[in-house]
């Protein structure tokens, strides 16, 4: 992962370095507990986090529908 990313405080990579370092790429998602926004021809399509990280935004959202 080579391009830092201005918003959110994570990681910027493309589909096709994706492709050729996943591993890599999920360990160092796993490490630092940052996410990393996938592009598609320049365009955010994914966000690669931690899954306990979702779950607490998934309550979060959860919670606060429900006030």
Do not use: C, Q
């Not at 890599?24 to 955010?44: A, C, F, Q």
């Amino acid at each position: 992962m080579k391009k830092e990313n201005t918003f959110i405080n994570g990681e910027i990579v493309s589909s096709a370095e994706i492709r050729k370092s996943w591993k890599s790429i999920v360990d160092t998602v796993n490490h630092t507990k940052k996410p990393t926004y996938v592009l598609s021809n320049n365009i955010p399509t994914v966000v690669i986090m931690v899954l306990l990280r979702s779950l607490k935004i998934k309550r979060a959202l959860s919670e606060l529908r429900i006030s």
